[in-house]
């Protein structure tokens, strides 16, 4: 699993690293779009121990880095995206509990056959870097960790894109890999998130994906991501058991170096749990942002 997030970050490398030139060799950089951006945010209160209005002193970080680049030339075209986010709080009296942990990372490889239409290959990687726990259960249990799960999916289909800020694609074929590597974690997961108890993955060949990304400058210091997947097993097709995942991001610019920023994530996944999983997230903290995207108003 290292192994498939090392190859992404390698691509991402390679297609930030294309920008810069040598006394040898002089490359053309004008047909690649690239980005990266980042924060670090920090929350901390304290109470003395005569305060009456109630409180427990607590420490919250969380960090984030986004990159992006994106290469067109003709009719051919390569995008990359990685998205990373981790958080922490730490309330008095209690173990550190995880507030935001996601590994995104996204290739696709597209060849126009019209104004607005691609067709298209994409392998994307789904996956959380450090252990979740039960803190319901005394004690804790642990549910979650790095690549379990991790979800690997592939495609090839069509992409609908009318212009730099959306993008559609429509994948009739898109095999996925789930994988669990603790074959261990049943016992306090008992679904397995959908793995076959003694195995260390799930594989599903015969599926439809579909993912739409909103990118949106809504003003100048203002900007909203909204990405939206959905994934249906052709072998097992009913409403319950189609898997839905909606990522928003809304971040307010206050000056140069701080942001404020609002996260929301929400899944329904079968295999994980029958009820809608819900998380919010919100933060200022210092912020930056490199690259040559334009800012769309």
Do not use: C
Request: glycine share 8%.
């Amino acid at each position: 699993m290292k192994k498939i997030s090392t190859i992404f970050l390698f691509l991402i490398t390679v297609s930030l690293g294309f920008g810069q030139e040598t006394d040898e060799v002089k490359i053309d950089t004008t047909y690649w779009l690239k980005e990266i951006a980042g924060g670090l945010n920090i929350n901390q209160a304290s109470f003395s121990n005569n305060w009456t209005g109630g409180g427990v002193n607590s420490m919250a970080f969380s960090a984030y880095l986004i990159g992006r680049a994106n290469y067109a030339k003709g009719d051919w075209s390569w995008d990359n995206t990685m998205d990373f986010m981790y958080g922490v709080v730490k309330n008095k009296g209690e173990d550190g509990r995880k507030s935001n942990d996601r590994i995104y990372l996204d290739s696709k490889v597209g060849h126009k056959i019209s104004e607005h239409w691609n067709l298209y290959f994409a392998v994307n990687f789904l996956s959380q870097f450090a252990p979740g726990y039960d803190f319901n259960t005394e004690p804790k249990t642990l549910i979650s960790k790095w690549a379990n799960p991790a979800f690997l999916t592939t495609g090839i289909g069509f992409e609908y894109k009318p212009n730099n800020e959306f993008t559609l694609r429509l994948s009739p074929f898109s095999p996925r890999f789930t994988f669990v590597t603790d074959k261990n974690l049943y016992l306090d997961v008992p679904k397995n998130y959908g793995v076959e108890i003694g195995k260390t993955v799930r594989q599903e060949w015969l599926a439809f994906n579909a993912l739409a990304e909103w990118k949106k400058q809504l003003s100048e210091r203002l900007n909203l991501l909204m990405r939206y997947q959905m994934y249906m097993n052709y072998e097992d097709i009913s409403f319950k058991t189609i898997d839905h995942r909606l990522d928003l991001g809304l971040v307010a610019k206050i000056s140069e170096i701080i942001d404020v920023s609002l996260t929301t994530l929400t899944i329904y996944d079968f295999d994980q749990d029958e009820k809608v999983q819900f998380s919010q997230g919100l933060a200022i903290g210092l912020a930056f942002k490199r690259g040559n995207f334009p800012e769309k108003k």
